[in-house]
């Protein structure tokens, strides 16, 4: 075990996301809830985000004592909302500072697209509050691009790297698809290269996916277009952690990778079962008093009254925390987790003995940490252990 890192703990600290359904054009490939409405602002934008908070009063109302609960991640995702100015922003977080407890030194991360990255936004995000930007690249490949039906101005990419080196949001990440069709080895490592000189603490790497319901879907079931190229991800997933490693990241969630202790505060609440508010249309949330998905539909979510809109579903710990929380790669402190299931506590245990003397993990009392080449079984060491029978 890397004893260097840190050991994960529940921090009983909730989060807020935010979901801005807007892009300037929908991705064939996403299955996120959003809405290609081009260049120009949304008409109902102003709408929405005083819907945003009214959604958050109503929501506190079914978080009990969330008065005496601090508050340190907020993550404004989409869609795109760097497509929103950041005077919006400015006014939203200081409604939220004005009616929850959102710790002096909270994670505020807003998603972009390369386009929206300039000089000026990043310093408007910067006063309003925002400390962490993580820009949606992809590729810097046109042709990469092209296939994934992405909306992008390649002259501004190499603008976008520069303008946030010379930020003062100095935390900022990018994303990066591997896997699309055409796309070699060696054109994805000179992406990662891109994206690692201009200096981010955090990568996100994703492989192309057929998701339902996408258009992507749709083209590959027809035989249209190519479906993902396997093989390339195989090697990739399989190479990425040295690579990374050797140029000063951390591998600790799946497709996550960070510079030490600059992993997103926000997403690790979702894998460490902590309660968020997820705020907008499309968002999901998880308080005490349950689980809950806003309508995918920025209408509807705007017009939406009554209390069918605000129902909350109880959740399955067991299930829940086995599929989040074995996704991370640093090292965990289980206790916490397992005593939301005590009567399955000892079975864990032991299969989780069982894996450390094949040598998949290590697990020092109830400090666990999957060893790096578990990322390519995972999901079967995973149903694994939420197979009860003995």
């Given at each position: 075990?890397?004893?260097?890192l840190?050991?994960?703990?529940?921090t009983?600290?909730?989060?807020?996301?935010?979901?801005?359904?807007?892009?300037?054009?929908?991705?064939?490939?996403?299955?996120?809830?959003?809405?290609?409405?081009g260049?120009?602002?949304?008409?109902?934008?102003?709408?929405?985000?005083?819907?945003?908070?009214?959604?958050?009063?109503?929501?506190?109302?079914?978080?009990?004592?969330?008065?005496?609960?601090?508050?340190?991640?907020?993550?404004f995702?989409?869609?795109?909302?760097?497509?929103?100015?950041?005077t919006?922003?400015?006014?939203?977080?200081k409604?939220?500072?004005?009616?929850?407890?959102?710790?002096?030194?909270?994670?505020?991360?807003?998603?972009?697209?390369?386009?929206?990255?300039?000089?000026?936004?990043?310093?408007?995000?910067?006063?309003?509050?925002?400390?962490?930007v993580?820009?949606?690249?992809?590729?810097?490949?046109?042709?990469?691009?092209?296939?994934?039906?992405r909306?992008?101005?390649?002259?501004?990419?190499?603008?976008?790297?520069?303008?946030?080196q010379?930020?003062?949001?100095?935390?900022?990440?990018?994303?990066?698809?591997?896997?699309?069709?055409?796309?070699?080895?060696?054109?994805?490592?000179?992406?990662?290269?891109?994206?690692?000189?201009?200096g981010?603490?955090?990568?996100?790497?994703?492989?192309?996916?057929?998701?339902?319901?996408?258009?992507?879907?749709?083209?590959?079931?027809?035989?249209?277009?190519a479906?993902?190229?396997?093989?390339?991800q195989?090697k990739?997933?399989?190479?990425?952690?040295?690579?990374?490693?050797s140029?000063?990241?951390?591998?600790?969630?799946?497709?996550?990778?960070?510079?030490?202790?600059?992993?997103?505060?926000?997403?690790?609440?979702?894998?460490?079962?902590?309660?968020?508010?997820?705020i907008?249309p499309g968002?999901?949330?998880f308080?005490?008093?349950?689980?809950?998905?806003?309508?995918?539909?920025?209408?509807?979510?705007?017009?939406?009254?009554?209390?069918?809109?605000?129902?909350?579903?109880?959740?399955?710990?067991?299930?829940?925390?086995?599929?989040?929380?074995?996704?991370?790669?640093?090292?965990?402190?289980?206790?916490?987790?397992?005593?939301?299931f005590?009567?399955?506590?000892?079975?864990?245990?032991?299969?989780?003995?069982?894996?450390?003397?094949?040598?998949?993990?290590?697990?020092?009392?109830?400090?666990?940490?999957?060893?790096?080449?578990?990322?390519?079984?995972?999901?079967?060491?995973?149903?694994?252990l939420?197979?009860q029978e003995?």
């Amino acid at each position: 075990m890397e004893t260097r890192l840190p050991v994960l703990q529940k921090t009983n600290r909730p989060g807020i996301y935010v979901h801005y359904p807007f892009c300037v054009h929908k991705c064939s490939y996403c299955d996120f809830y959003s809405e290609g409405i081009g260049l120009e602002p949304s008409p109902l934008e102003e709408n929405l985000f005083s819907k945003y908070k009214e959604e958050v009063l109503l929501r506190l109302k079914n978080f009990p004592n969330y008065q005496n609960r601090i508050f340190d991640s907020l993550f404004f995702g989409g869609g795109t909302p760097s497509k929103a100015s950041y005077t919006r922003y400015a006014d939203f977080i200081k409604f939220l500072k004005d009616n929850l407890d959102l710790s002096p030194d909270s994670e505020i991360t807003l998603e972009c697209n390369p386009e929206d990255v300039t000089p000026e936004y990043l310093q408007g995000l910067y006063d309003a509050g925002i400390n962490r930007v993580h820009v949606g690249i992809q590729s810097f490949l046109p042709k990469n691009l092209k296939f994934l039906d992405r909306y992008f101005d390649p002259d501004t990419y190499t603008r976008t790297l520069e303008a946030l080196q010379t930020s003062k949001i100095k935390n900022y990440g990018a994303d990066l698809m591997f896997g699309v069709p055409g796309q070699t080895e060696k054109e994805f490592y000179e992406d990662a290269n891109s994206v690692l000189a201009s200096g981010v603490s955090h990568i996100s790497i994703y492989a192309l996916t057929v998701e339902k319901g996408t258009e992507y879907s749709r083209k590959v079931s027809a035989g249209t277009v190519a479906p993902p190229s396997e093989e390339v991800q195989e090697k990739i997933l399989q190479d990425l952690p040295d690579f990374l490693r050797s140029k000063g990241f951390v591998q600790y969630e799946v497709s996550n990778y960070s510079k030490p202790g600059l992993y997103s505060r926000h997403n690790m609440k979702y894998w460490t079962y902590e309660h968020y508010l997820g705020i907008g249309p499309g968002a999901h949330g998880f308080l005490p008093s349950g689980r809950y998905s806003n309508p995918r539909n920025t209408s509807a979510y705007i017009n939406g009254t009554g209390k069918d809109a605000y129902s909350y579903e109880t959740s399955d710990p067991f299930e829940e925390i086995l599929i989040s929380l074995f996704r991370i790669f640093l090292p965990v402190d289980l206790k916490d987790f397992l005593n939301y299931f005590p009567e399955k506590k000892e079975n864990i245990l032991s299969k989780l003995k069982q894996k450390a003397s094949e040598g998949k993990c290590s697990l020092d009392g109830t400090i666990f940490q999957w060893n790096q080449r578990s990322v390519l079984f995972l999901d079967s060491e995973i149903l694994d252990l939420a197979n009860q029978e003995t």
